[in-house]
């Protein structure tokens, strides 16, 4: 159980609040009234639990202290009067304890020295112990998460008057009111932000009250979109319109587990982990429902459902490339951001800009209403062209921003993007043997490289005779450009297009060979096999955003890497013969799910899994 230390003099006037505040938000209260006395009562707490020192004289809202004390995210946190750490950071409290006045020999103070061994930042009370450790912390390298409180209220009034002054203002405010606008992104496409957010808040706060999880809501969600999958698969109208109302339901819950977690802060690293794959499984498990469906009425889509897979895959990572390679890049400018800016500084166009790139609300809202108004194939038709253009509008914004911005990228972001690449053993032999070569190649070299033998794969498989050896050769090609194009750091303008274009050339290779085969259940098992390698590609990008980097080489060497994939396929198509070739791609994509699966779910519900921080408001 938490602990929180209360110090510091007592609160002139009236009894104050702040012990049951703590209480109800799961802490145990213990009185110190000296720093020696938090340092004695830290030493006595397991290392593991989260410690917390609160002046007594604070005054604020209840959700002050619970954004600054109870979040899971961060290893320190604070507001003014009010500090916490994690086991993490339990540390670097000691040694700011230890080293202020009375817990630790007196020495002589350098100007600017407050006598703790720290500088005391500009408008600091060294009298409030927390605000005094929050700035040791500082100088330690531990910095405290200073929490957005917009109107929330966080005061240590030393008087009467302050005190007057402090309680009107924490009176003003409509906490709850506050609460649940702060459990809503504050960057969201249109649909949701308008059709969505505006009761769904309110059910997370239902739920809430009712002591249901973020988790549990995420898996409703994923049942609901399950169960909306298989309306769809019934190919009749009745259950197209069911499948649409439930996928619509889905995305409430999709919503509202975010929302339970910022308005309840419970946040978890299975959490993370739920949240960041479901999306991508309920999805694709509805287009596969309506493949399902429509074949039950003699229409194959299936072709149109993988297609509508790959492309939405390859979307993501582009995005996820562009954000690794540029999130920490210096003099990171560039006049088309410039314009963008200017462009979000007039209302109506951000909408505008946000709705174009298709993103999920509108997405889902736009598959739910086809399918309940049309068919199978109409609805992918235009999934497939409304994702396209986004693509393109997009990728095409991000090309030229990159072009026009002078920014040096660091080596952080090209171990990024070359854990994003998913290289195998035949492309990193490859890229060793051409790496003196790579090196006086142009900047734009890897990008056209990887395109090249990207494009040259997937159309050679696309336009070749069945059985024909030719797209065995050009996957063969397509090992060497892919060790090619990352024999260098990939630290060049447009480099990071060299992930997308990677899964673009496996997933295109696999669609094109299941089409062009006329196998039967060649097409749903190709769907298999992308799905799997697809979570495999996603489970990656997550690790990445956790902090702790890509899966294991061993298991991204047992998979195979993309060019290797893509080579076995080729070599599947061009030596089994009908049934032979859906067999093999079939037992590929549970194989390759067993070995993704295993050791995704081992990471991320171990321990040691980072929890990933809230998303940013981009929609996905």
Same mark, same amino acid.
């Given at each position: 159980?938490?602990?929180?230390?209360l110090?510091g003099?007592?609160?002139?006037?009236?009894?104050?609040?702040?012990?049951?505040?703590?209480?109800?938000?799961?802490f145990?209260?213990v009185?110190?009234d000296?720093?020696?006395?938090?340092?004695?009562g830290?030493?006595r707490?397991?290392?593991a639990?989260?410690?917390?020192?609160v002046?007594?004289?604070?005054?604020?809202?209840?959700?002050?202290?619970?954004?600054?004390?109870?979040?899971?995210?961060?290893?320190?946190a604070a507001?003014?009067?009010a500090?916490t750490?994690?086991?993490?950071?339990?540390?670097?409290?000691?040694?700011a304890?230890a080293?202020l006045?009375?817990?630790?020999p007196?020495?002589?103070?350098?100007?600017?020295?407050?006598?703790?061994?720290?500088?005391?930042?500009?408008g600091?009370?060294?009298?409030?112990?927390?605000?005094?450790?929050?700035?040791?912390?500082d100088?330690?390298?531990?910095p405290?998460?200073?929490?957005?409180?917009?109107?929330?209220?966080?005061?240590?009034?030393?008087?009467a008057?302050?005190?007057?002054?402090?309680?009107?203002?924490?009176?003003?405010?409509?906490?709850?009111?506050v609460r649940?606008?702060s459990?809503?992104?504050s960057?969201?496409?249109?649909?949701?932000?308008?059709?969505?957010?505006p009761?769904?808040?309110?059910?997370?706060r239902?739920?809430?009250?009712?002591?249901?999880?973020?988790?549990?809501?995420?898996?409703a969600?994923?049942?609901?979109?399950?169960?909306?999958?298989?309306?769809a698969?019934?190919?009749?109208?009745?259950?197209?319109?069911?499948?649409?109302?439930?996928?619509l339901?889905?995305?409430?819950?999709d919503?509202?587990?975010?929302?339970?977690?910022?308005?309840?802060?419970?946040?978890?690293?299975?959490?993370?982990?739920?949240?960041?794959?479901?999306?991508?499984a309920?999805?694709y498990?509805y287009?596969?429902g309506?493949?399902?469906?429509a074949?039950?009425g003699?229409?194959?889509?299936?072709?149109?459902?993988?297609?509508?897979?790959v492309?939405?895959t390859?979307?993501?990572?582009?995005?996820f490339s562009?954000?690794?390679?540029?999130?920490?890049?210096?003099?990171?400018t560039?006049?088309?951001?410039?314009?963008?800016?200017?462009?979000d500084?007039?209302?109506?166009?951000?909408w505008?800009?946000?709705?174009?790139?298709l993103p999920?609300?509108?997405?889902?809202?736009?598959?739910?209403?086809?399918?309940?108004?049309?068919t199978?194939?109409?609805?992918l038709?235009?999934?497939l062209?409304?994702?396209?253009?986004?693509?393109?509008?997009?990728?095409?914004?991000?090309v030229?921003?990159?072009?026009t911005r002078?920014?040096?990228?660091?080596?952080r972001?090209?171990?990024?993007l070359a854990?994003?690449a998913?290289?195998g053993?035949l492309?990193?032999?490859?890229?060793?043997?051409?790496?003196?070569?790579?090196?006086?190649?142009?900047?734009?070299?890897?990008p056209?490289?990887?395109?090249?033998?990207?494009?040259?794969?997937?159309?050679? %498989? *696309?336009?070749?005779?069945? $059985?024909?050896?030719?797209? !065995?050769?050009? +996957? @063969?090609?397509y090992?060497?450009? &892919? /060790? #090619?194009?990352?024999?260098?750091p990939?630290?060049?303008?447009?480099?990071w297009l060299v992930?997308?274009?990677?899964r673009?050339?496996?997933?295109?290779?696999?669609?094109?060979?299941a089409?062009?085969?006329?196998?039967?259940?060649?097409l749903?098992?190709?769907?298999?096999?992308?799905?799997?390698?697809?979570?495999?590609?996603?489970d990656?990008?997550?690790r990445?955003?956790?902090?702790?980097?890509?899966?294991?080489?061993?298991?991204?060497r %047992? *998979?195979?890497?993309?060019? $290797?994939?893509?080579?076995? !396929?080729?070599? +599947? @198509?061009?030596?089994?013969?009908? &049934? /032979? #070739?859906?067999?093999?791609?079939?037992?590929?994509?549970?194989?390759?799910?067993?070995?993704?699966?295993?050791?995704?779910?081992?990471?991320?519900?171990?321990?040691?899994?980072?929890a990933?921080?809230?998303?940013?408001g981009e929609?996905?």
């Amino acid at each position: 159980m938490p602990t929180a230390f209360l110090t510091g003099p007592p609160a002139a006037g009236s009894p104050s609040p702040l012990a049951d505040d703590l209480r109800a938000l799961g802490f145990q209260v213990v009185e110190a009234d000296a720093p020696a006395a938090v340092a004695e009562g830290l030493a006595r707490i397991p290392a593991a639990e989260r410690v917390a020192v609160v002046d007594r004289r604070f005054l604020g809202h209840r959700h002050t202290l619970r954004l600054a004390l109870t979040d899971p995210r961060f290893d320190a946190a604070a507001v003014s009067g009010a500090l916490t750490v994690q086991a993490a950071a339990r540390p670097a409290l000691a040694r700011a304890l230890a080293a202020l006045p009375g817990t630790a020999p007196a020495r002589s103070a350098a100007p600017g020295d407050n006598g703790t061994g720290t500088v005391t930042a500009p408008g600091t009370r060294t009298d409030v112990l927390p605000d005094a450790l929050a700035t040791a912390l500082d100088a330690e390298g531990e910095p405290p998460h200073r929490p957005e409180l917009g109107v929330l209220v966080a005061a240590v009034p030393t008087d009467a008057a302050g005190r007057t002054a402090a309680t009107e203002a924490v009176a003003a405010v409509d906490e709850e009111s506050v609460r649940l606008r702060s459990a809503v992104k504050s960057r969201d496409g249109f649909f949701t932000t308008h059709f969505i957010s505006p009761y769904s808040r309110y059910l997370a706060r239902w739920c809430a009250r009712r002591g249901l999880t973020p988790n549990q809501v995420t898996t409703a969600s994923l049942l609901v979109a399950l169960i909306a999958a298989g309306c769809a698969a019934t190919g009749t109208r009745p259950g197209y319109v069911a499948a649409g109302v439930l996928l619509l339901a889905s995305f409430v819950l999709d919503c509202t587990d975010g929302q339970l977690a910022r308005y309840s802060l419970q946040y978890s690293t299975l959490g993370a982990w739920l949240d960041a794959t479901f999306d991508r499984a309920k999805e694709y498990a509805y287009y596969a429902g309506l493949a399902l469906g429509a074949a039950r009425g003699g229409d194959d889509v299936w072709a149109l459902a993988l297609g509508a897979m790959v492309l939405q895959t390859c979307r993501h990572v582009v995005d996820f490339s562009f954000n690794e390679a540029n999130h920490d890049a210096t003099a990171n400018t560039s006049p088309t951001a410039a314009l963008s800016g200017r462009l979000d500084s007039v209302g109506w166009t951000v909408w505008v800009r946000r709705m174009i790139v298709l993103p999920i609300g509108e997405r889902w809202a736009l598959i739910a209403v086809l399918t309940a108004a049309t068919t199978p194939r109409i609805t992918l038709t235009v999934l497939l062209i409304g994702c396209g253009l986004a693509a393109c509008y997009t990728t095409a914004g991000r090309v030229l921003r990159s072009l026009t911005r002078k920014a040096r990228r660091t080596d952080r972001a090209a171990q990024a993007l070359a854990d994003l690449a998913d290289s195998g053993p035949l492309a990193e032999a490859v890229a060793a043997a051409l790496r003196p070569v790579a090196r006086r190649m142009p900047s734009f070299a890897p990008p056209a490289v990887a395109l090249l033998g990207a494009g040259a794969v997937t159309a050679t %498989a *696309a336009l070749s005779p069945w $059985g024909s050896w030719w797209p !065995v050769l050009a +996957a @063969a090609v397509y090992v060497f450009t &892919s /060790g #090619f194009a990352v024999a260098r750091p990939l630290k060049g303008a447009l480099d990071w297009l060299v992930p997308p274009f990677f899964r673009a050339g496996e997933y295109g290779t696999v669609l094109a060979l299941a089409a062009v085969s006329g196998v039967n259940g060649a097409l749903p098992a190709a769907f298999g096999l992308v799905a799997a390698v697809a979570y495999h590609h996603y489970d990656t990008v997550y690790r990445i955003r956790g902090g702790t980097g890509a899966p294991p080489r061993a298991l991204v060497r %047992a *998979a195979g890497g993309h060019e $290797g994939r893509a080579l076995l !396929v080729a070599l +599947a @198509a061009a030596l089994a013969h009908h &049934s /032979g #070739f859906t067999v093999t791609l079939t037992v590929l994509a549970a194989a390759l799910a067993l070995l993704v699966l295993t050791e995704s779910v081992r990471f991320w519900v171990s321990s040691g899994a980072p929890a990933v921080h809230d998303e940013s408001g981009e929609p996905a």
